[in-house]
């Protein structure tokens, strides 16, 4: 049995111990063959990060590390081969006594499963697709029905669903992790705010004493419309753990899912070790996991130095913060320089390596004349993004702001609000109030203005832009984002086909057009920071390549002649007009039974790969096939056309959806 060599004391300070667990009901469950121990109230993923397993296995060659945002489904042992039977590691709680197996990947098998080395899953992940999601594809369920959906359980999701019950309202709060309060705690206190654990207790208990509040934890929406979401919930039957899809019908639904936060962009900033500081902050207050006995912080934030302190507090060392901004300012920045924490501003991280097997990390600055500094974690900070990934599929809009060098959301969604972090606001005041703020616009009474007071930049320093190394050569691939898709930054190439519909066209946006995985937000961000996407295409870009998985009416789907043009109602608005304005409706037969993607291109032949030649796109997954808008030319029954899906070439044949 893998002990938990990476869990803290439980009389570790600074709320370090674990909220999450209950020490003394310990219990014990095996992951692909191995034993491993855990407490009442871990995760999957946060005993196996406890017990010292830190890395996915291989991914160009390379090491991958075990993440709160990139790890692989898996499945009760005897329900493996099912994949609607699939369950998320971070979502799914350890049981006593479950056989647990990764899914989704390649693994090792038999005998093999019991020798792998002590940190490592051991898996093999595609270049292409390397963590899939297989729930994604599942038909919604028996529809539930609410007043107001409200997605995301941190202040202003908890702020929201107490105006909109208040208001006489029927509300659904769903949150995908297994608790309320979101992670305001790492951000700290400003003059005239309580403390952060206050307000989330305080929120968590009156939404918690209202009748009119159905809470569902452990539960992700992955695909919303005007008066519909589409949930994964995680519930314990009989001793299992059992996942399944259900649709969601509100009235009004808010997104209040916070903010992503950013990967600096460097040579091995996703080997085991590295970690962002908002998953680190997690795992040590929710879980007590702390893997190692010391760390390096690399930021361009002002919280990465309030979690240095808690994490000195501790008593685990602190080797030294590096700061991308040269001359930054900020109350925690001077605390921590208090506790004797070395500083290095304007210094980033250019490459990160592996020291040995054990896990120490060697971590290279770019600066002249650096020494190589050694930790056993490297925690990075590169800035925060909204995460507007559900308002790109229900279609919203959204434009760069330059300065703070982001994505934000633009114009309004019929009944469907913005609020917290995702709606753009910056500080926990600003957060709770556009709750409340969000419920006034939906039922159209007259909003107050949303105080968000940002001290002022010559206190506190704003974050810096996304700091980005340069390429070294020979080295581990730098990855775009800490999220599963594993998109590493693109090699530089020639000048390619010009795309019309992303005018202006330049040639890194081909490059990553080209990925076969659907974009994140930070991606994108992270497109723009390299000038691979020009500034005012990086919306639209966000709109085709984010919003992966639409839902349309099931009714008007099913009943729609295939030869009618496309209207409104039937696709993402985002995609009216991109193959053509007499686009058809049609259902894919591959030559092969299987699903299909939501987001997966349609190309005329097997030869054709280019973005700007594909005639079409993969909606979604029917009971009668997959649902795909093509245009006009491919559109004829029986039409030989090809798919690539998770970078595979899958041919298909057009047939009409009644058929």
Excluded at 433 to 452: K, M, N, Y
Excluded at 552 to 561: G, K
Aim: glycine fraction near 12%.
């Amino acid at each position: 049995m893998r002990p938990q060599i990476n869990r803290l004391p439980e009389t570790a300070p600074r709320g370090f111990a674990g909220t999450a667990i209950d020490r003394s009901r310990p219990l014990r469950f095996r992951l692909d063959g191995r034993l491993v121990s855990g407490f009442a109230g871990d995760t999957v993923l946060s005993a196996a990060l406890a017990a010292g397993i830190d890395t996915i296995g291989l991914h160009l060659d390379n090491p991958i590390g075990l993440t709160m945002r990139a790890a692989p489904a898996i499945s009760h042992e005897n329900l493996a081969d099912d994949p609607q039977s699939a369950l998320p590691m971070a979502r799914t709680p350890a049981l006593d006594g479950a056989e647990f197996v990764t899914v989704g990947v390649e693994r090792s098998r038999g005998l093999a499963r019991l020798f792998q080395p002590g940190r490592t899953l051991g898996l093999t992940l595609s270049a292409t697709q390397p963590l899939t999601r297989p729930w994604k594809t599942t038909p919604g369920g028996r529809p539930q029905t609410t007043d107001v959906l409200v997605i995301g359980g941190g202040v202003a999701g908890l702020s929201a669903a107490l105006a909109a019950a208040r208001a006489g309202l029927a509300v659904t709060l769903v949150e995908a992790r297994p608790f309320l309060g979101g992670q305001s705690g790492l951000f700290g206190t400003q003059e005239g705010e309580d403390a952060p654990d206050e307000s989330m207790s305080r929120l968590s208990t009156e939404v918690a004493a209202s009748e009119a509040i159905t809470v569902l934890t452990s539960t992700h929406v992955f695909a919303i419309r005007t008066g519909l979401a589409r949930i994964h919930q995680i519930d314990v039957e009989e001793g299992k753990v059992r996942g399944r899809v259900i649709d969601i019908t509100a009235g009004h639904i808010v997104i209040a899912t916070g903010s992503l936060e950013r990967l600096p962009i460097f040579g091995g900033n996703r080997l085991p070790g590295v970690m962002g500081t908002l998953d680190a902050y997690e795992l040590a207050t929710r879980f007590g996991v702390w893997p190692g006995q010391n760390a390096i912080f690399a930021t361009g934030s002002n919280p990465a130095y309030r979690l240095a302190m808690l994490t000195s507090d501790a008593e685990i060392g602190i080797g030294r913060i590096l700061d991308s901004r040269p001359q930054a300012n900020s109350r925690f920045i001077a605390f921590s320089r208090a506790y004797g924490i070395v500083q290095s501003p304007g210094t980033i991280v250019s490459s990160a390596g592996m020291v040995r097997a054990g896990g120490t990390l060697s971590v290279h600055a770019q600066t002249s004349g650096a020494a190589v500094l050694v930790t056993d974690r490297l925690l990075v900070c590169g800035g925060w993004q909204p995460d507007l990934t559900l308002w790109h599929i229900a279609g919203g809009t959204s434009r760069w702001h330059g300065n703070p060098g982001r994505l934000e959301a633009e114009g309004q969604l019929e009944a469907i609000a913005l609020a917290g972090s995702a709606a753009g606001y910056l500080t926990r005041r600003g957060c709770i109030q556009s709750g409340a703020d969000a419920i006034d616009q939906l039922l159209g009474r007259t909003r107050r203005p949303v105080e968000d007071p940002v001290v002022d930049p010559l206190y506190e320093t704003p974050d810096g832009p996304t700091s980005i190394a340069n390429p070294v050569a020979g080295g581990p691939p730098a990855y775009l984002d800490g999220s599963s898709g594993l998109l590493p930054r693109p090699e530089p190439a020639k000048p390619r086909l010009r795309l019309q519909f992303w005018q202006p066209a330049a040639r890194g946006l081909t490059l990553l057009a080209e990925a076969p995985q659907p974009l994140t937000a930070s991606e994108v961000a992270a497109g723009v920071d390299l000038k691979l996407i020009p500034e005012p295409a990086a919306g639209i870009v966000a709109q085709e390549r984010v919003a992966s998985i639409s839902l349309a009416a099931e009714t008007s789907m099913q009943q729609a002649d295939a030869w009618e043009p496309i209207g409104d109602k039937e696709v993402p608005a985002y995609l009216t007009g991109r193959f053509g304005e007499d686009a058809r409706l049609v259902r894919l037969v591959p030559d092969e039974p299987r699903a299909l993607d939501a987001g997966a291109l349609i190309f005329p032949n097997s030869d054709t790969d280019h973005p700007a030649l594909a005639v079409g796109v993969v909606l979604r997954h029917t009971a009668l096939g997959p649902l795909a808008l093509v245009a006009a030319h491919g559109a004829a029954a029986d039409y030989p056309l090809t798919v690539r899906d998770k970078g595979q070439i899958v041919r298909v044949r057009t047939a009409a959806i009644d058929d």
